[in-house]
């Protein structure tokens, strides 16, 4: 029974042991990746700041006027609904870390954001406060109009599902736009390529080549222009090519453009002349439109029978067998009489 007692004693010991280790190893776990959403969102606090600092000075850019230079790169206080959105900001931003945070603006809605262009914690934490508030007020709009004519359970039922709804609404809309985005990531792409193939082959250098894209291409390439500016802005902050380029891979699940940021990480990194692979690439990427062209055009063309059969099929009837039918009639009627 001592033995018995000793043995369950060790096992109690060994067990509590392992956890004292575990709690230790998800403490560790739980700090770096503090630390890694810290810098991440001071790195892009400072690519923003220097982006703000930049656009107000680029105006104020002759050299009659150094000195409105400097007034316009200190930063003015905000005011009215500016002052509301930023302490909103900041509020939803300090939620994000917490347990309650991580719900709202869970890892889906977070890769939502990416995809949409929205990088910088300060969009973050508007989406959760625009889902708070959407939760409040459809519930308030919802019990406000329908008091009157529903009551008892059906009420609450209704309130909840206003409330529900509220909750989804903000990412629906962003669910829309990211799909939006997707599908212009796919047609820009080859132009994409065929543009960064001409500009390398004129001599310009990567880093040149992305900022000819993101000034002089944005209405041609408006999703990648963007999100190349985002790329280059977090590159001038501090993060590496690839840290920088790496999220635009990641984010779209597109294999073809995680290739080309593939392909110009190797460029960054060891140089050599990429004229022929990204011909070969964006051959590639026409064929494969041509391709998807084909399918779409079968599939409008099974869709089509359906439509004729619906609305050409009554009308060539009664154009082909009308007369015909009114002879019958006419002489059935004369045998008649």
Not at 1 to 6: F, P
Not at 47 to 56: E, G, I, K, P, T
Not at 251 to 258: A, I
């Amino acid at each position: 029974m001592q033995a018995n007692t000793l043995l369950a004693l060790a096992f109690a010991l060994a067990a509590l042991a392992s956890l004292l280790v575990a709690g230790l190893l998800i403490v560790r776990i739980a700090k770096a990746s503090r630390s890694e959403r810290m810098l991440a969102h001071a790195l892009d606090e400072r690519a923003l700041q220097s982006a703000v600092v930049a656009a107000r000075a680029a105006p104020a850019a002759q050299p009659a006027q150094g000195n409105q230079m400097a007034k316009a790169a200190k930063p003015t206080p905000a005011k009215g609904f500016k002052a509301l959105l930023e302490r909103c900001a900041h509020t939803g931003t300090r939620w994000l870390d917490t347990r309650f945070g991580r719900q709202i603006v869970a890892e889906e809605d977070r890769r939502l954001l990416e995809q949409c262009g929205f990088v910088d914690t300060r969009t973050r934490g508007l989406f959760l406060i625009s889902r708070i508030t959407c939760a409040i007020i459809l519930p308030v709009v919802t019990g406000v109009f329908a008091s009157g004519q529903v009551a008892g359970p059906q009420y609450v039922a209704l309130l909840l599902f206003a409330m529900m709804f509220g909750v989804m609404l903000p990412k629906l809309m962003l669910r829309r736009r990211a799909a939006s985005r997707r599908r212009g990531v796919v047609d820009e792409l080859p132009m994409f390529v065929d543009l960064l193939r001409l500009l390398q082959g004129v001599g310009l250098s990567l880093d040149q080549s992305l900022q000819v894209m993101v000034n002089d291409f944005a209405r041609v390439l408006p999703v990648l222009s963007s999100e190349l500016e985002i790329a280059q802005r977090q590159f001038a902050a501090g993060r590496s090519r690839e840290q920088s380029l790496n999220r635009l891979a990641s984010s779209y699940g597109n294999e073809d453009l995680r290739a080309v940021v593939r392909l110009l990480i190797q460029v960054d990194r060891h140089g050599g002349a990429v004229q022929e692979p990204l011909k070969q690439f964006g051959d590639r990427l026409r064929e494969t439109r041509r391709a998807m062209l084909r399918e779409r055009i079968g599939r409008l063309a099974v869709k089509m029978t359906g439509v004729m059969i619906l609305t050409l099929l009554p009308a060539l009837m009664i154009v082909t067998a009308g007369p015909g039918v009114m002879s019958v009639s006419r002489a059935l009627g004369e045998i008649h009489r």
